[in-house]
Structure formats: structure tokens, C-alpha cells
């Protein structure tokens, strides 16, 4: 008979009770009745509206600089788009789950965290957020906003399109295996010695990501982010490319849920 293995690392300590919360509708009616549903739906469009408003001031700022050591840099726009996600998932987490992200929201939805109403509402309300998020830039400054590119995603000259299709797939995957992995119910109960402050492995998956693909495709891994920035800067080139940063990160969204569901889990 073997010996019975030692747990490794921080699950070496007794199991807690948790329970595997069931899976969510696909329609729930009596969620529209609620308050708390269109509040949520509220939540995610201002938290979009700052993500936008506050990343895409910081692209133009680093455009707008003679050169790169003028201004915070690619490492910059990393730490704005990473440390907007870490300040708005806090904020929002306790009111709409904090997606911000129309990606995150498919991928929790596909391993039935959300009902399908609920996600249909959210990706509404966060691209109507990120558009208005990018508009207000725009409405401030007007003639920088079209100079200066508007933070719309394009793929950078010298790569293909399915070079620019593989960093968003890989991409989106590192972000919602990230929130996958920081929302687990079972791990919260059996590591909470160890306070998980989920907001902030979820803001670093972003910035890290952001450092790896600016050079690629500027990193969308968020489509209402892409979708606003092209909308309010409205150039033939951002369109051209925009079905990648769609496409790309609702398929690394469905391989982060299907890894987690199937391999991570193992839910019989």
C-alpha cells in the first residue's frame, strides 16, 4: 500500500468546507426585476468609461513625446492599463464581479458563472462605456485625439494578421486563466490563511501582457477596449484589423474556461 502523498506548498493544510456553487441559468427572469442586476450593468460602464479614458490619454501621452525616454514609455502604458484593471476589479468585484471586459464575461459565462442575460448586459454597457470613455478624451482634445492615433488597435507594420491573432488569443488566455484562478471558490476556502486579494494578480496579468504585445497589436485582450477606440477614431486602418481583437480573445477567453472546467477542476 503507498504511503498517502504530502500536499505540496500552500494547500498543505486541512480542507474547508466550500461549496461548489451550481451553475448559474441561461435566463433568469427575476433577475431583471432586480435592482442589484442594473446596478451591476452601471458598475461595469463607468468602470470601462475610466479604464478608457485613463489608457488612452496615456498612449497619446507617450505618442505625443519626441521619444520614448520623454515619456512613461511602453512600460508606462503597461502599468496604466495593468493598474486600472487591478483599481476598477477592486472597486466593481462586489458589485458586477468586475469584468470590465467583454472577454472575461464570455469566459465566465461559458464555465456558467453568469447567466446569459446578465453577460449580454454587461458587454452592452461595456462597450457603451468604452466608447464613451474614448469620446470624452476626444471631446477634450479633439485634434491630438486623431493625431495622435486615439489608442485604436491596429497590427503593427511587419507582422501578419494571424501573428497579431495569436498574441490576442494567448493574451486573453494569461488574463482569464488569471481571473479563473483568483475567483475560485475552492481555493478561497482551503487557502484563506492566505488573504487572495484577487483585483491584484488580475491587474498584473494585464500589465505583463501589455509588455509582451504592444509591439504586435498595441494589446486589446479586451474587445469593448478595442471597439471604443475605433469607434471614436474612426480610421480606415482600425477597422481593417478589428475583427482580430474580437475574434482573438473570445477564443484565448473559451480555452481559459475550458481549461479551467476541464482540466483544472475536473468537476465529474
Not at 486600472?84 to 462586489?94: E, N, P, R
Not at 454587461?122 to 485625439?145: E, N, R, S, W
Not at 497589436?217 to 481593417?240: M, V, Y
Request: hydrophobic letters at 50%; a positive charge.
Amino acid at each position: 500500500k503507498f504511503p498517502e502523498r504530502q500536499p505540496i506548498g500552500t494547500s498543505a493544510q486541512s480542507d474547508k468546507d466550500y461549496k461548489e456553487p451550481p451553475p448559474a441559468p441561461l435566463f433568469e427572469p427575476g433577475e431583471l426585476a432586480s435592482w442589484s442586476f442594473w446596478r451591476a450593468g452601471i458598475a461595469e460602464f463607468i468602470a470601462t468609461f475610466l479604464f478608457l479614458y485613463i489608457t488612452v490619454l496615456t498612449v497619446m501621452g507617450v505618442k505625443r513625446a519626441p521619444n520614448m525616454c520623454a515619456s512613461v514609455g511602453i512600460q508606462g502604458i503597461a502599468w496604466a492599463f495593468g493598474g486600472m484593471i487591478f483599481a476598477l476589479v477592486y472597486c466593481t468585484a462586489g458589485i458586477s464581479g468586475g469584468h470590465i471586459n467583454p472577454a472575461v464575461t464570455f469566459g465566465l459565462f461559458l464555465a456558467r458563472k453568469l447567466s446569459l442575460t446578465r453577460a449580454v448586459y454587461y458587454i452592452v454597457m461595456q462597450c457603451l462605456g468604452a466608447i464613451c470613455g474614448a469620446g470624452v478624451v476626444k471631446g477634450f482634445q479633439p485634434k491630438q485625439y486623431q493625431a495622435l492615433g486615439g489608442g485604436a488597435n491596429t497590427v503593427a507594420p511587419g507582422y501578419t494578421k494571424g501573428s497579431g491573432l495569436g498574441a490576442e488569443i494567448i493574451g486573453t488566455f494569461v488574463l482569464v486563466y488569471t481571473v479563473f484562478s483568483a475567483t475560485d471558490a475552492k481555493r478561497n476556502a482551503r487557502d484563506s490563511h492566505v488573504p487572495i486579494l484577487a483585483p491584484l494578480p488580475i491587474g498584473f496579468a494585464v500589465f505583463l501582457v501589455h509588455l509582451a504585445t504592444i509591439p504586435i497589436t498595441g494589446t486589446g485582450i479586451n474587445p469593448a477596449r478595442s471597439l471604443g477606440a475605433a469607434i471614436i477614431f474612426n480610421k480606415d486602418n482600425a477597422w481593417d484589423d478589428h475583427w482580430v481583437f474580437w475574434v482573438g480573445p473570445f477564443i484565448g477567453a473559451a480555452l481559459a474556461a475550458l481549461y479551467h472546467v476541464i482540466v483544472i477542476r475536473a468537476i465529474p
